[in-house]
Protein backbone atom coordinates (compact mmCIF):
# COMPACT_ATOMS: atom_id res chain seq x y z
CA UNK A 1 0.00 0.00 0.00
CA UNK A 2 0.86 3.52 -0.94
CA UNK A 3 1.34 5.69 2.09
CA UNK A 4 -0.22 8.62 -0.19
CA UNK A 5 -2.86 6.90 -1.34
CA UNK A 6 -3.50 5.21 2.08
CA UNK A 7 -3.79 9.18 3.64
CA UNK A 8 -6.98 9.20 1.17
CA UNK A 9 -8.60 6.26 2.49
CA UNK A 10 -7.88 7.02 5.87
CA UNK A 11 -9.30 10.33 5.29
CA UNK A 12 -12.63 9.01 3.57
CA UNK A 13 -13.50 6.96 6.65
CA UNK A 14 -13.24 9.89 8.83
CA UNK A 15 -15.13 12.33 6.51
CA UNK A 16 -18.50 12.69 4.78
CA UNK A 17 -17.62 13.01 1.72
CA UNK A 18 -14.87 12.56 -0.71
CA UNK A 19 -14.92 16.60 -1.02
CA UNK A 20 -14.56 17.03 2.64
CA UNK A 21 -11.66 14.39 2.73
CA UNK A 22 -9.42 16.07 0.18
CA UNK A 23 -10.11 19.03 2.10
CA UNK A 24 -8.27 17.72 4.88
CA UNK A 25 -5.77 17.08 3.15
CA UNK A 26 -5.37 20.23 1.67
CA UNK A 27 -5.91 18.47 -1.98
CA UNK A 28 -8.38 18.96 -4.63
CA UNK A 29 -11.01 16.22 -4.79
CA UNK A 30 -10.20 15.15 -8.45
CA UNK A 31 -6.75 14.71 -7.04
CA UNK A 32 -8.50 12.39 -4.05
CA UNK A 33 -10.59 10.36 -6.70
CA UNK A 34 -7.69 9.27 -8.67
CA UNK A 35 -5.02 8.46 -5.48
CA UNK A 36 -8.20 6.16 -4.11
CA UNK A 37 -8.84 4.74 -7.51
CA UNK A 38 -5.11 3.72 -7.62
CA UNK A 39 -5.38 2.31 -3.87
CA UNK A 40 -8.34 0.17 -5.18
CA UNK A 41 -6.62 -1.28 -8.33
CA UNK A 42 -2.83 -1.91 -6.56
CA UNK A 43 -5.30 -4.26 -4.04
CA UNK A 44 -7.40 -5.73 -6.62
CA UNK A 45 -10.22 -4.80 -4.70
CA UNK A 46 -13.36 -2.13 -4.28
CA UNK A 47 -12.91 -0.77 -0.87
CA UNK A 48 -15.65 1.76 -0.46
CA UNK A 49 -19.39 1.37 -1.72
CA UNK A 50 -20.64 4.59 -3.30
CA UNK A 51 -23.87 5.57 -1.78
CA UNK A 52 -26.00 8.84 -2.12
CA UNK A 53 -25.49 9.38 1.76
CA UNK A 54 -21.54 8.93 1.48
CA UNK A 55 -18.84 6.34 1.00
CA UNK A 56 -19.42 2.99 2.93
CA UNK A 57 -16.34 0.34 3.64
CA UNK A 58 -16.53 -3.26 1.85
CA UNK A 59 -15.58 -6.33 3.60
CA UNK A 60 -12.44 -5.30 1.97
CA UNK A 61 -12.68 -2.37 3.35
CA UNK A 62 -12.84 -3.04 6.61
CA UNK A 63 -9.85 -5.44 6.36
CA UNK A 64 -7.92 -2.66 5.04
CA UNK A 65 -8.36 -0.23 7.26
CA UNK A 66 -6.51 -2.09 9.94
CA UNK A 67 -3.62 -2.02 7.92
CA UNK A 68 -3.76 1.13 7.17
CA UNK A 69 -4.13 2.68 10.86
CA UNK A 70 -0.98 0.58 11.50
CA UNK A 71 0.96 2.34 8.46
CA UNK A 72 0.16 5.53 10.05
CA UNK A 73 0.68 5.27 13.41
CA UNK A 74 4.39 4.53 12.15
CA UNK A 75 4.72 7.20 9.99
CA UNK A 76 3.22 9.46 13.03
CA UNK A 77 5.65 7.66 15.44
CA UNK A 78 8.57 8.21 13.25
CA UNK A 79 7.62 12.12 12.26
CA UNK A 80 7.42 12.77 16.04
CA UNK A 81 10.99 10.69 16.65
CA UNK A 82 12.72 13.09 13.87
CA UNK A 83 11.12 16.20 14.77
CA UNK A 84 12.54 15.82 18.80
CA UNK A 85 16.11 16.32 16.87
CA UNK A 86 15.37 19.70 16.28
CA UNK A 87 18.08 22.17 17.95
CA UNK A 88 16.75 25.48 16.49
CA UNK A 89 13.48 26.64 16.98
CA UNK A 90 11.58 27.14 13.46
CA UNK A 91 8.89 25.84 11.66
CA UNK A 92 5.46 24.89 11.88
CA UNK A 93 3.47 24.73 15.14
CA UNK A 94 -0.38 23.47 15.45
CA UNK A 95 -2.16 25.05 18.06
CA UNK A 96 -5.97 24.51 19.02
CA UNK A 97 -8.20 26.33 21.86
CA UNK A 98 -11.36 27.82 22.04
CA UNK A 99 -12.12 30.90 21.06
CA UNK A 100 -12.12 33.27 24.23
CA UNK A 101 -8.70 31.89 25.44
CA UNK A 102 -7.23 32.60 21.24
CA UNK A 103 -8.77 36.19 21.34
CA UNK A 104 -7.56 37.48 24.64
CA UNK A 105 -4.65 35.06 25.25
CA UNK A 106 -3.39 33.36 22.34
CA UNK A 107 -3.44 35.71 19.87
CA UNK A 108 -1.04 38.85 21.94
CA UNK A 109 1.30 35.79 22.78
CA UNK A 110 1.94 34.73 19.36
CA UNK A 111 2.74 38.13 18.60
CA UNK A 112 5.58 38.22 21.24
CA UNK A 113 6.62 34.64 20.40
CA UNK A 114 7.65 35.86 16.33
CA UNK A 115 9.17 38.67 18.16
CA UNK A 116 11.66 36.35 19.72
CA UNK A 117 11.68 33.14 17.11
CA UNK A 118 10.69 34.72 13.51
CA UNK A 119 11.36 31.40 12.08
CA UNK A 120 7.91 29.55 13.74
CA UNK A 121 4.79 30.05 12.44
CA UNK A 122 1.65 29.33 14.42
CA UNK A 123 -1.69 27.77 13.18
CA UNK A 124 -4.33 28.30 15.22
CA UNK A 125 -7.61 26.61 15.36
CA UNK A 126 -10.58 27.61 17.43
CA UNK A 127 -13.07 24.97 18.22
CA UNK A 128 -15.00 23.43 20.62
CA UNK A 129 -13.94 20.30 19.01
CA UNK A 130 -10.93 17.73 20.82
CA UNK A 131 -9.23 17.39 17.54
CA UNK A 132 -6.72 14.20 18.04
CA UNK A 133 -3.33 14.97 19.07
CA UNK A 134 -1.85 11.19 18.89
CA UNK A 135 -2.99 11.47 15.02
CA UNK A 136 -1.35 14.91 14.91
CA UNK A 137 -4.25 17.14 13.81
CA UNK A 138 -2.78 19.83 16.87
CA UNK A 139 0.84 19.82 18.30
CA UNK A 140 -0.43 22.15 21.30
CA UNK A 141 -3.99 22.07 22.73
CA UNK A 142 -5.52 24.19 25.47
CA UNK A 143 -8.43 22.46 26.57
CA UNK A 144 -11.35 23.41 29.39
CA UNK A 145 -11.99 19.75 29.90
CA UNK A 146 -9.23 17.52 30.77
CA UNK A 147 -8.55 14.87 28.56
CA UNK A 148 -8.29 11.27 29.66
CA UNK A 149 -5.89 9.74 26.92
CA UNK A 150 -2.85 8.49 28.76
CA UNK A 151 -0.37 8.80 26.42
CA UNK A 152 -0.07 12.68 26.29
CA UNK A 153 1.47 15.37 28.30
CA UNK A 154 -1.46 17.31 30.71
CA UNK A 155 -1.10 19.70 33.00
CA UNK A 156 -3.40 22.46 34.20
CA UNK A 157 -1.91 26.21 33.34
CA UNK A 158 -5.33 28.31 35.14
CA UNK A 159 -7.95 27.85 37.27
CA UNK A 160 -10.23 30.95 36.59
CA UNK A 161 -13.43 31.49 39.10
CA UNK A 162 -16.59 31.94 37.22
CA UNK A 163 -19.06 34.54 38.59
CA UNK A 164 -22.43 36.25 37.00
CA UNK A 165 -22.26 39.38 34.77
CA UNK A 166 -25.15 41.56 33.39
CA UNK A 167 -24.45 44.92 30.96
CA UNK A 168 -25.31 48.37 32.48
CA UNK A 169 -28.20 48.61 29.79
CA UNK A 170 -29.75 45.46 30.74
CA UNK A 171 -29.63 46.38 34.11
CA UNK A 172 -31.48 49.79 33.57
CA UNK A 173 -33.66 47.61 31.91
CA UNK A 174 -34.57 44.68 34.10
CA UNK A 175 -33.22 45.92 37.38
CA UNK A 176 -31.24 43.65 39.61
CA UNK A 177 -32.08 40.38 40.38
CA UNK A 178 -32.47 38.78 43.72
CA UNK A 179 -30.89 35.25 44.11
CA UNK A 180 -34.34 34.07 46.16
CA UNK A 181 -36.10 34.58 42.91
CA UNK A 182 -34.31 31.83 40.64
CA UNK A 183 -34.06 34.83 38.57
CA UNK A 184 -37.73 35.24 37.95
CA UNK A 185 -38.36 37.78 35.07
CA UNK A 186 -34.89 37.67 33.82
CA UNK A 187 -33.61 36.65 30.35
CA UNK A 188 -30.46 34.19 30.49
CA UNK A 189 -27.95 33.61 28.07
CA UNK A 190 -26.34 29.93 28.28
CA UNK A 191 -23.39 27.98 27.12
CA UNK A 192 -25.32 25.53 24.74
CA UNK A 193 -23.32 22.44 25.58
CA UNK A 194 -24.12 22.89 29.32
CA UNK A 195 -27.79 23.04 28.82
CA UNK A 196 -27.37 19.74 26.99
CA UNK A 197 -25.55 18.18 30.21
CA UNK A 198 -27.61 19.28 32.63
CA UNK A 199 -31.17 18.77 34.14
CA UNK A 200 -31.38 22.73 34.76
CA UNK A 201 -29.53 25.67 34.52
CA UNK A 202 -27.98 26.82 37.13
CA UNK A 203 -26.30 30.21 37.50
CA UNK A 204 -23.59 30.93 39.85
CA UNK A 205 -24.48 27.91 42.17
CA UNK A 206 -28.56 29.84 42.23
CA UNK A 207 -31.10 27.72 40.44
CA UNK A 208 -32.11 29.43 37.30
CA UNK A 209 -35.89 27.51 37.21
CA UNK A 210 -37.41 31.13 36.83
CA UNK A 211 -35.76 32.59 34.43
CA UNK A 212 -35.97 32.50 30.52
CA UNK A 213 -33.28 31.05 28.34
CA UNK A 214 -32.91 33.78 25.88
CA UNK A 215 -30.40 32.90 24.00
CA UNK A 216 -28.05 29.11 24.25
CA UNK A 217 -24.55 29.51 22.60
CA UNK A 218 -21.87 26.87 21.61
CA UNK A 219 -18.72 28.87 22.59
CA UNK A 220 -17.64 31.52 25.38
CA UNK A 221 -16.77 34.39 23.63
CA UNK A 222 -20.19 33.78 22.15
CA UNK A 223 -21.83 34.04 25.52
CA UNK A 224 -19.83 36.95 26.82
CA UNK A 225 -20.63 39.10 23.32
CA UNK A 226 -24.36 38.14 23.66
CA UNK A 227 -24.02 39.63 27.63
CA UNK A 228 -22.02 42.59 26.85
CA UNK A 229 -25.19 43.42 24.11
CA UNK A 230 -27.47 43.07 26.67
CA UNK A 231 -29.27 39.77 25.86
CA UNK A 232 -29.60 39.01 29.43
CA UNK A 233 -27.05 37.45 32.57
CA UNK A 234 -24.60 34.81 31.98
CA UNK A 235 -21.34 32.93 33.75
CA UNK A 236 -17.76 33.63 32.46
CA UNK A 237 -14.98 33.81 34.40
CA UNK A 238 -14.58 36.55 36.65
CA UNK A 239 -11.28 38.43 34.93
CA UNK A 240 -13.30 38.02 31.26
CA UNK A 241 -16.55 39.79 32.35
CA UNK A 242 -14.67 42.60 33.88
CA UNK A 243 -12.03 43.03 31.18
CA UNK A 244 -15.91 43.27 29.04
CA UNK A 245 -16.84 46.17 31.29
CA UNK A 246 -19.75 43.86 32.98
CA UNK A 247 -21.11 44.29 36.52
CA UNK A 248 -20.82 41.54 38.41
CA UNK A 249 -23.99 40.03 39.92
CA UNK A 250 -23.62 38.97 43.41
CA UNK A 251 -19.90 39.22 44.14
CA UNK A 252 -20.34 36.64 47.16
CA UNK A 253 -21.50 34.13 44.52
CA UNK A 254 -19.78 32.06 42.15
CA UNK A 255 -19.74 28.83 40.64
CA UNK A 256 -19.09 26.14 42.14
CA UNK A 257 -16.34 25.00 39.39
CA UNK A 258 -14.16 27.18 38.55
CA UNK A 259 -12.65 27.38 34.59
CA UNK A 260 -9.69 25.24 34.09
CA UNK A 261 -7.53 25.31 31.20
CA UNK A 262 -5.33 22.58 30.38
CA UNK A 263 -2.17 22.49 27.98
CA UNK A 264 -2.11 18.92 26.24
CA UNK A 265 0.59 17.95 24.27
CA UNK A 266 2.47 14.60 22.51
CA UNK A 267 4.83 13.67 24.93
CA UNK A 268 7.50 12.88 21.56
CA UNK A 269 6.84 16.77 21.04
CA UNK A 270 8.55 18.64 24.20
CA UNK A 271 11.84 17.60 22.87
CA UNK A 272 10.96 19.73 19.78
CA UNK A 273 12.32 23.29 20.06
CA UNK A 274 9.69 24.82 18.22
CA UNK A 275 7.10 23.34 20.50
CA UNK A 276 9.05 23.93 23.67
CA UNK A 277 9.58 27.52 22.40
CA UNK A 278 5.54 28.08 21.69
CA UNK A 279 4.49 25.86 24.45
CA UNK A 280 6.79 28.50 27.23
CA UNK A 281 5.04 31.58 25.93
CA UNK A 282 1.60 30.27 25.44
CA UNK A 283 1.35 28.69 28.99
CA UNK A 284 2.64 31.64 30.29
CA UNK A 285 -0.20 33.99 28.21
CA UNK A 286 -2.53 31.81 29.89
CA UNK A 287 -1.65 31.10 33.40
CA UNK A 288 0.14 34.36 34.52
CA UNK A 289 -2.09 37.59 32.15
CA UNK A 290 -1.60 40.70 34.51
CA UNK A 291 -5.66 40.83 34.55
CA UNK A 292 -6.28 37.57 35.99
CA UNK A 293 -7.72 37.99 39.54
CA UNK A 294 -7.06 35.93 42.48
CA UNK A 295 -9.82 33.57 43.39
CA UNK A 296 -12.40 35.02 45.89
Known sequence: MNWDDTRIFLALTRAPSLRA??????????????????????????????????????????????AARRMESAALDLRTKVE??????????????????AVDLLLPAIGRLQQRW????????????????????????????????????????????????????????????QPEDEL????????APYLEN???LTLAGVPARQGRIAA????????????????????????????EGLTRLWPDRRRAHDYD?????????QRTARVRAAVEFLSAAVGGHLEQPEAV
Request: aromatic share 6%.
Open 21 to 66: AARSLGIDQATAGRRLNALEAELGARLFLRARDGYLLTAAGEAALA
Open 84 to 101: GQDEEPGGLVRVTSTDSI
Open 118 to 177: PQIRVDLQVSTQLLSLTRRQADIAFRNVRPDTPDLVVRRVASWPVGLFASAVYLERFGMP
Open 184 to 191: RGHHLVAY
Open 198 to 200: APH
Open 216 to 243: ALPSSLLVRKAVAAGLGIGEMPLWMGER
Open 261 to 269: VWLVLHPDL
